[in-house]
Antibody, heavy 119, light 110 residues
């Protein structure tokens, strides 16, 4: 069955960098748009970024523009999020997720990886 | 990129029906039939419950239904069950090409 497994989370100091990875299996990764969504502790879901199936089109939320870079490697069935200049407010569980192809709905989620930004 | 507006909490007794609203603008909820709803139990990843305003994915109970009027979308859960107790989030595509979530609604089954 389709599965997404994130890795790369951890504790980082403000201003530091971290790279998240997401390994996909059980579906044809290159056919799908992919996205990162985060959830701060005790807070709601917040969309972060998405990338089209070929990687040619990318969008970010304003608060991470210029700091985060989403990318994918279809040969490795993997999605990435390079996070630079991290701030305390970036602390969250980061979910890798797949757009199912039906009206921008997200039909597959990873289990999430926790990123903590603290000195 | 303001979040869509949802009530912070709703509650109902087993067997009853509840409705959760999700209010946006003409640039998101009102402008596209791309509203989806997600259920999230504590410590778990969200689960898709509704897509394109009112369609249920395979495997989702028909006790879940949804609609949209103008800039407000709504999720209705009928025949409430204990297992429905969870957080619910709406989501919409926007005219900026981005996505926006609602703030979330905590459903308590009394």
């Amino acid at each position: 069955q389709m599965q997404l497994v994130e890795s790369g989370g951890g504790l980082v100091k403000p201003g530091g960098s971290l790279r998240l990875s997401c390994a996909a299996s059980g579906f044809t990764f290159s056919d799908y748009y992919m996205t990162w969504i985060r959830q701060a502790p005790g807070e709601g879901l917040e969309w972060v970024s998405y990338i089209t199936s070929s990687g040619t089109t990318i969008y970010y939320r304003d608060s991470v523009k210029g700091r985060f870079i989403i990318s994918r490697d279809n040969t490795k069935k993997s999605l990435y999020l390079q996070m630079n200049s991290l701030r305390a407010e970036d602390t969250a569980v980061y979910y890798c997720a797949r757009f199912g192809g039906s009206g921008w709905s997200i039909d597959c989620w990873g289990q999430g990886t926790l990123v903590s930004v603290s000195s | 990129q303001s979040a869509l507006t949802q009530p912070a909490s709703v509650s109902g007794s087993p067997g009853q029906s509840i409705t959760i609203s999700c209010t946006g603008t003409s640039s998101d909820v009102g402008g596209y039939n791309y509203v989806s709803w997600y259920q999230q139990h504590p410590g778990k990843a969200p689960k898709l419950m509704i897509y394109e305003v009112s369609y249920r994915p395979s495997g989702v109970s028909d006790r879940f239904s949804a609609s949209k009027s103008g800039n407000t979308a709504s999720l209705t859960i009928s025949g409430l069950q204990a297992e429905d107790e969870a957080d619910y989030y709406c989501n919409s595509y926007t005219s900026s090409g981005t996505l926006v979530f609602g703030g979330g609604t905590k459903l308590t089954v009394l």
